[in-house]
């Protein structure tokens, strides 16, 4: 079978993004300059010969992912409810500063990396990040699988790129993150018989200023 090519990407930047609120499984739309990272992924991913364009199905993703799929004709979007970000429980919709201040000891096993711990319920069940990144991977395998040999350009959120990234390095899951998980960046995997390689990781070379300026 030949490996098919995904390009994952993170969506644009959101208001609660600028200000460190924790989104999860909020739908929060893009902001204005989000936006225009949007416009310029889109534009950077114009001459690559994509088979599929395939999202998380919360409208950050969402938008992004329509700014790529507008440059290829014939190209639906389709969404994966299983590449949406983790969900945090009562922790969504808050400023990581308050999470601290009223969830201290929750706040300490998330920050310690703790993969079995699952935060507080909210309006929404929460999901320890072993049951997210089995999640996550098991999304991404489906992808490959149904695009052997294809170029796929997949949009999600970045603790799913994180959870690609630590599944190609064979990075543990309770190790520090070491790594930049940037807003609109393009990061290349490559997936044969269910397992993830790294090609390319934090592509934002669209996203420098003059890039920036033309899609505004």
């Given at each position: 079978m030949?490996?098919?090519t995904?390009?994952?990407?993170?969506?644009?930047?959101?208001?609660?993004?600028?200000?460190r609120?924790l989104?999860?499984?909020?739908?929060?739309?893009?902001n204005?300059q989000?936006?225009r990272?949007?416009?310029?992924l889109?534009r950077?991913?114009?001459a690559?010969?994509?088979?599929?364009?395939?999202?998380?199905?919360l409208?950050?993703?969402?938008?992004?992912a329509q700014?790529?799929?507008?440059?290829h004709?014939g190209?639906?979007l389709?969404?994966?409810?299983?590449?949406?970000?983790?969900a945090?429980?009562v922790?969504e919709?808050?400023?990581?500063?308050d999470?601290?201040?009223?969830?201290?000891a929750?706040f300490q096993?998330?920050?310690?990396?703790?993969?079995?711990?699952?935060m507080?319920?909210?309006?929404r069940l929460?999901?320890?990040?072993?049951?997210?990144?089995?999640?996550v991977i098991g999304?991404?395998?489906g992808v490959?699988?149904r695009?052997?040999g294809?170029?796929?350009?997949?949009v999600?959120?970045?603790?799913v790129?994180?959870c690609a990234?630590?599944a190609?390095?064979?990075?543990?899951?309770d190790?520090?993150?070491?790594f930049?998980v940037k807003n609109?960046?393009?990061?290349r995997?490559?997936?044969d018989h269910g397992?993830?390689?790294?090609t390319?990781?934090?592509e934002?070379?669209?996203?420098?200023?003059s890039?920036?300026?033309?899609?505004?």
């Amino acid at each position: 079978m030949t490996d098919t090519t995904i390009l994952l990407i993170r969506h644009g930047e959101t208001a609660w993004n600028a200000v460190r609120r924790l989104q999860g499984h909020i739908d929060i739309p893009l902001n204005a300059q989000g936006e225009r990272q949007a416009m310029a992924l889109g534009r950077a991913l114009a001459a690559e010969a994509l088979d599929a364009v395939v999202s998380s199905d919360l409208q950050r993703a969402m938008q992004t992912a329509q700014a790529v799929a507008a440059h290829h004709a014939g190209l639906s979007l389709q969404t994966d409810a299983q590449l949406r970000e983790r969900a945090y429980g009562v922790f969504e919709g808050m400023l990581y500063q308050d999470i601290q201040d009223e969830y201290p000891a929750d706040f300490q096993l998330w920050q310690a990396r703790d993969i079995d711990a699952v935060m507080p319920h909210g309006e929404r069940l929460a999901e320890s990040f072993r049951h997210f990144y089995q999640r996550v991977i098991g999304a991404l395998q489906g992808v490959a699988a149904r695009h052997p040999g294809q170029t796929v350009a997949v949009v999600a959120h970045g603790g799913v790129l994180e959870c690609a990234y630590r599944a190609a390095r064979g990075m543990q899951l309770d190790s520090p993150r070491d790594f930049q998980v940037k807003n609109a960046s393009i990061n290349r995997f490559t997936v044969d018989h269910g397992k993830l390689a790294l090609t390319s990781w934090g592509e934002v070379d669209h996203l420098v200023l003059s890039a920036m300026d033309d899609v505004i």
